[in-house]
């Protein structure tokens, strides 16, 4: 089985703009959720998405935004980028859900705001 | 709530010599404990994940850790570090009631020839 991917694996932004990731998870994996790494911060937990549907979020302002596709690929939207938002933006997928599986993390996609 | 506490945040090991990263968790109900590994610009990989059979459970990479209830505790070890052992280790507790699930600050280990 091919493993979680995201694109774009790099990306870099100035303050103000918006920024989309794209999360593609394991085949037959019906959960999704994004995760923020920073230096500062670690792993912060953003939100999980399952069958189409917000699960669970996390304490992030309203700038951050997702979705969830039939085949159950995710996005992650940013808008009004601020230098803080600066990080490894993680997304894992597993069968059923953040409190029950496993979480098979992707690659990450690295954002710099300048 | 749920809460984990990774008690070194850097840990630097002889290769050869052996290796012990600790975490103590906290949990209402019954947890599912699990290890992550973070080499560098790579997300993260599962090591091994307790969910209440075995107390002692063996992952990748010669690694294992030992849950232990009455010390809320769940610290990974190995016999004999590599030097492609040196990465980022995360320690993470979930919960299938409340959903939810946390991360520990993570420890880093650095193996010395």
């Known amino acids: 089985k091919a493993g979680v991917t995201q694109t774009p694996r790099y990306l870099i932004k100035t303050r103000g703009q918006q920024v989309t990731l794209s999360c593609s998870p394991i085949s037959g994996h019906r959960s999704v959720s994004w995760y923020q790494q920073t230096p500062g911060q670690g792993l912060q937990f953003l939100f999980e998405y399952f069958s189409e549907t917000q699960r669970n979020k996390g304490n992030f302002p309203g700038r951050f935004s997702g979705r969830q596709f039939s085949n159950s690929r995710s996005e992650m939207n940013v808008s009004t980028l601020e230098l803080g938002d600066s990080a490894l933006y993680l997304c894992?997928?597993?069968?059923?859900?953040?409190?029950?599986?496993?979480?098979?993390f992707g690659p990450g996609t690295r954002l710099t705001v300048l | 709530a749920q809460s984990v506490t990774q008690l070194d945040s850097h840990v630097s090991v002889s290769e050869g010599t052996p290796v012990l990263l600790r975490c103590n968790y906290s949990s209402s109900y019954s947890p599912s404990l699990f290890w992550y590994v973070q080499h560098p610009n790579k997300g993260l990989q599962l090591l091994l994940k307790?969910?209440?059979?075995?107390?002692l459970v063996k992952g990748i990479n010669g690694f294992e850790a030992e849950f232990k209830k009455s010390e809320t505790s769940f610290h990974l070890t190995k016999p004999s570090a590599h030097m492609s052992d040196a990465a980022e280790y995360f320690c993470v507790v979930s919960d299938r009631r409340s959903d939810d699930m946390r991360f520990g600050a993570g420890t880093r280990l650095t193996v010395k020839p």
């Open positions: 894992a997928s597993s069968p059923e859900g953040v409190g029950s599986d496993t979480q098979y």
């Open positions: 307790y969910t209440s059979a075995a107390t």
